[in-house]
């Protein structure tokens, strides 16, 4: 009796403590991430993209709607021959699938010949043998190719950049990016995109891209948009085309590594911001009669004006620390619209012996340097 209690304790103090052990769960956080990252399709034909362990709310979107569509739920079909980038995008994160859509295969049969009736005539068999070898060249020359297969077609200049590493949005004929989704670190934008020209960059195009460090902007673009190159660390280098006619606030700001910028001459509008928090040694641009254009916080070497301005407002800089204004003879007016909080720190003015620029200097007390 007393060694059937004893099993019996000790049984139960098993059962205790195996009850006691906390459960360990071995399924560890399974990554997400796309069933596809790359997908060649046929025009007409789909293919399913799927977000592997994700429950969340997923937004797709097609870098090229004229090559590859993408439903709510991730089913792409090919429109057209061309290349896109189908994106999922869940919360902050992006998962992209680079698709590439291919023209149909076009096979051709061998059309039937019907055979032509021969005349019977007297020949040496020498001759017969011939006429036969001679027919049988002809008919064999007859008969055309089989199973031609059509190639994709190619990008001609009227369509442009084929979009796969951008997002737009776009009216029938034009475009602006709103995206870089792509690799290359020193870019050049299409002028056109998908037969659309590129009029414009939209706003935070750029912002925030670590990995840029030039940009050549083309000819057809007209305006640059708010925040479109902010904090873009690294960037070194910016051409801007004399089509360009406005730029919005904080477009280049905080651009650390953006040594020169020179704003053409086409341009009428700058928003505030413009090309704050940088530290530059040459910075060249137009006077811009709006009230809302300053800049802050900026150390720059040289601020060159262009020949022929007539007007200029150094109140433009605000906390600014600049070496030396450069300022042509054909300004006759200059502003300094700011209040001495605000004021920038100027050491030089640079000009033409005589001219407006050396008067104005000496009477608001800035030293003059003669070119």
């Known amino acids: 009796m007393k060694q059937t209690k004893r099993i019996l304790a ?67 079909k090919g429109k057209k021959a061309g290349k896109a980038t189908i994106t999922a995008k869940v919360g902050k994160k992006k998962y992209k699938c680079k698709v590439t859509v291919k023209k149909k295969v076009v096979k051709q049969t061998t059309p039937q010949t019907i055979p032509q ?21 002809t008919n064999n020359q007859e008969q055309p190719t089989t199973n031609i297969t059509e190639e994709p077609t190619t990008n001609s200049d009227d369509y442009g950049d084929s979009g796969e590493d951008w997002m737009v949005k776009s009216t029938s004929n034009k475009c602006w990016i709103q995206e870089y989704v792509g690799t290359e670190t020193d870019i050049v934008i299409p002028e056109k995109i998908c037969g659309k020209t590129v009029v414009g960059i939209d706003n935070g195009a750029f912002a925030y891209c670590d990995s840029l460090i030039s940009v050549i902007i083309p000819n057809s673009v007209t305006s640059i948009g708010d925040s479109a190159f ?34 053409p001459n086409s341009v009428v509008y700058m928003g505030m911001h413009t090309f704050s928090f940088n530290d ?16 802050q916080s900026c150390t720059i070497n040289q601020v060159i004006y262009y020949e022929g301005t007539s007007k200029i ?59």
């Not at 071995?26 to 997400?32: D, N, T």
């Not at 709607?65 to 739920?73: D, I, L, M, R």
């Not at 009736?117 to 060249?137: L, M, V």
């Not at 530059?280 to 800049?295: A, D």
Request: glycine share 4%.
């Open 10 to 76: 000790i049984m139960l103090t098993l059962a205790l403590s195996i009850s006691m052990i906390p459960t360990i769960n071995v399924s560890a956080a399974k990554k997400v991430k796309l069933n596809k990252t790359k997908a060649t399709i046929y025009v007409g034909k789909t293919v399913t993209l799927k977000l592997k362990n994700n429950k969340n709310k997923i937004k797709w979107s097609s870098s090229n709607k004229k090559v590859a569509t993408v439903t709510s739920k991730g089913k792409v």
């Open 117 to 137: 009736p021969i005349e019977k005539t007297t020949t040496k068999p020498s001759e017969q043998s011939t006429t036969s070898k001679q027919e049988e060249t």
């Open 230 to 263: 902010s904090h873009c660390t690294n960037l070194k280098r910016v051409e801007i085309p004399n089509s360009v006619t406005k730029i919005e606030g904080d477009a280049f700001s905080s651009c650390r590594s953006l040594k020169e910028l020179i704003i």
């Open 280 to 295: 530059m040694e040459t910075v060249k641009l137009p006077y811009v009669q709006n009230y809302e254009f300053f800049v």
């Open 313 to 371: 407002n150094l109140g433009d800089f605000s906390f600014c620390s600049i070496e030396s204004v450069i300022i042509p003879e054909s300004v006759i007016e200059i502003e300094m619209e700011i209040s001495d909080y605000y004021k920038s720190k100027i050491n030089n003015i640079v000009g033409k012996q005589g001219s407006y620029a050396e008067l104005w200097a000496k009477q608001n007390g800035y030293t003059f340097i003669a070119q």
